[in-house]
């Protein structure tokens, strides 16, 4: 008998138990193991994007239009572009052309289909020297994608150069070249001998998507999970792209992303989620979904730091290689229980979402922040996991969207006066609610910045104005950055933060840069410490806490507050600080 691997030998088993009752059970039950992972479109994802479609020199030709040529003259090669046949057609393909090596073995081959002459005729036999041994293949429809000649042309009848029909052309006169859901890049994968198909089923979710439908789509032509029609769609509203027509997504649509990893993975038919977005923006995504999600499975960002269409983009691997993650399991604990949270796979390394950051625009330019590892393991050889975070995050995170409140009380300044408003978190269904995502400002300070003549909260015009600015958010918050490692600035933005705090306004410290060392809490201030995370990333977890504790309670007076106020404001800052040394 041949060697099973384990999984297969499982397989084999369970169909020998349930096989003796009936076929059909048997049959049905082999489909079920079949795992399925749930694949995310995020926004502005490189990608998700491709290279301008251009007319190729074989419509040109056609057409009688000029060739492209290159600056010497010389007409271009045309490249090919993945497109659908819409009938049948036998193609005549030459014997041996496929490396440039076949023929010297050609005694190892079987006979061609036939032969074409010089006219492109097909005969059976050779009927001359000049003939060519060939393969005759009909391809069809259903085979799926092809490379072919891209033969669109303008509604002008010019040609396509790029995007766009001219530079400057509104959006309305463009093209999109990002994709509406991640299925068509998969198809390609497969098309390219990925043999993505062959190790997983997948489903296609539009959670904040790069590309559009402008016009709508019936449901019946939709790759992505959804009810019913799409209706028209708009940028800036329900796709975000960047580039001449750039569109960055809200604060809200924080609360879609987790939603509909939520929902997808709570279903319990996935071994895991794929996250598809920008290369700047996926790596605080990431954490974000870290914290809030509460599931088992894993979840694995991924980013491209070239276009589809590139030479050699990264984008595709990176997809190839979280899915092998997914399936190995290596994430997982004792239990089965992802051990992990949330990571970012790119460029073979497993990194951690917490920790991973980018540090330049090119593969391999993601780097580990914090100084404590970052980096879990490897995917170079085999999925291989070299260390386990104490770190809370998924299933044990304690601001994971089902351990939030239905509401919390948050406070808003309205014609000079404070008020309680109830700020509802979650609605009936458990869903995280747009409206509740706090607002967070990050403010930067420094040393030798004061006037001269003392230090006072009232020289910091810009800290006070953005105060505020955010008394008119029922929830939010301060992220200050300041020196390494200590997260210290000057006397003046630093009593100016005191007194956002004595408003009710949470404050996080956070040391400049990468800082490679623990900022040192300190329970005597009413501020949070916050950890070894980088600016960007406390962003994040605090808007996270603040939904989970509310706001810090507010001085009467903030310019002078009691001992009792200043005390009560540090009990509520030492359940914040809590969050931020455990996530």
Not at 200 to 228: I, W
């Amino acid at each position: 008998m041949p060697h099973l691997s384990p999984r297969l030998a499982k397989m084999r088993t369970n169909l020998f138990c349930i096989c003796s009752a009936t076929l059909f059970i048997c049959i049905a039950h082999a489909a079920e193991t079949k795992p399925k992972i749930a694949v995310f479109s995020g926004p502005t994802a490189t990608i998700q994007n491709n290279k301008p479609l251009t007319t190729s020199n074989k419509a040109r030709e056609q057409y009688g239009l000029p060739l492209l040529k290159d600056e010497w003259g010389k007409v271009l090669m045309d490249w090919p572009r993945y497109q659908r046949l819409a009938a049948p057609v036998t193609v005549y393909i030459e014997m041996f052309s496929a490396h440039p090596l076949e023929a010297d073995v050609a005694d190892l081959y079987a006979a061609p289909d036939g032969y074409v002459n010089a006219k492109g005729e097909f005969s059976k036999t050779k009927n001359s020297l000049d003939d060519k041994p060939v393969y005759a293949v009909t391809l069809k429809p259903e085979d799926g994608l092809y490379a072919l000649p891209y033969m669109g042309r303008q509604a002008s009848g010019e040609p396509w150069e790029s995007v766009a029909t001219k530079p400057g052309a509104p959006f309305s006169q463009s093209r999109q070249t990002f994709v509406p859901d991640a299925s068509r890049i998969f198809e390609e994968i497969e098309r390219n001998g990925g043999a993505i198909y062959a190790k997983a089923d997948y489903d296609f979710y539009r959670a904040v998507p790069a590309g559009g439908y402008t016009k709508g789509l019936p449901k019946n032509k939709r790759t992505d999970v959804g009810d019913g029609d799409i209706p028209p769609e708009k940028l800036g509203e329900d796709f975000f792209t960047y580039g001449p027509y750039a569109a960055a997504q809200g604060r809200a649509k924080m609360a879609r992303s987790v939603n509909f990893l939520q929902k997808a993975l709570a279903s319990g038919q996935y071994a895991g989620a794929i996250w598809l977005e920008g290369s700047p923006s996926v790596e605080n995504t990431s954490y974000w979904l870290s914290l809030m999600v509460d599931t088992t499975v894993p979840i694995s960002g991924n980013s491209a730091h070239r276009d589809r269409g590139s030479i050699s983009p990264d984008g595709d691997g990176n997809i190839l290689q979280s899915v092998n993650f997914i399936l190995s399991k290596v994430w997982a604990d004792e239990s089965g229980r992802n051990s992990l949270g949330a990571v970012m796979i790119q460029d073979d390394v497993i990194y951690s979402a917490r920790e991973i950051q980018k540090g330049d625009a090119r593969p391999g330019g993601y780097v580990v922040t914090g100084g404590y590892g970052g980096i879990f393991g490897s995917m170079a050889a085999e999925p291989y996991v070299t260390n386990i975070p104490t770190r809370k995050h998924t299933w044990k995170s304690d601001v994971r969207i089902t351990q939030l409140p239905t509401t919390i009380n948050g406070q808003v300044k309205r014609k000079g006066k404070f008020e309680m408003v109830v700020v509802t978190i979650k609605n009936s269904s458990g869903e995280l609610s747009p409206e509740a995502i706090p607002k967070i400002s990050l403010l930067k300070g420094d040393s030798w910045f004061d006037d001269e003549g003392g230090a006072g909260p009232t020289n910091e015009k810009g800290i006070n104005a953005n105060i505020e600015q955010l008394l008119e958010y029922p929830l939010a918050g301060i992220v200050a950055e300041g020196t390494a490692p200590y997260a210290s600035m000057s006397a003046s933005p630093t009593l100016a933060l005191e007194k956002a705090a004595y408003n009710g306004l949470p404050v996080v410290r956070t040391a400049r840069g990468d800082a490679s060392g623990l900022v040192r809490v300190n329970a005597n201030n009413v501020f949070i410490e916050g950890n070894n995370l980088t600016t960007t990333k406390a962003r994040y977890l605090l808007a996270a806490a603040l939904m989970k504790l509310g706001p810090l309670p507010r001085a009467a007076n903030p310019d002078k507050p009691t001992p009792a106020e200043i005390d009560a404001i540090k009990k509520k800052t030492a359940l914040y600080q809590e969050i931020f040394q455990t996530h």
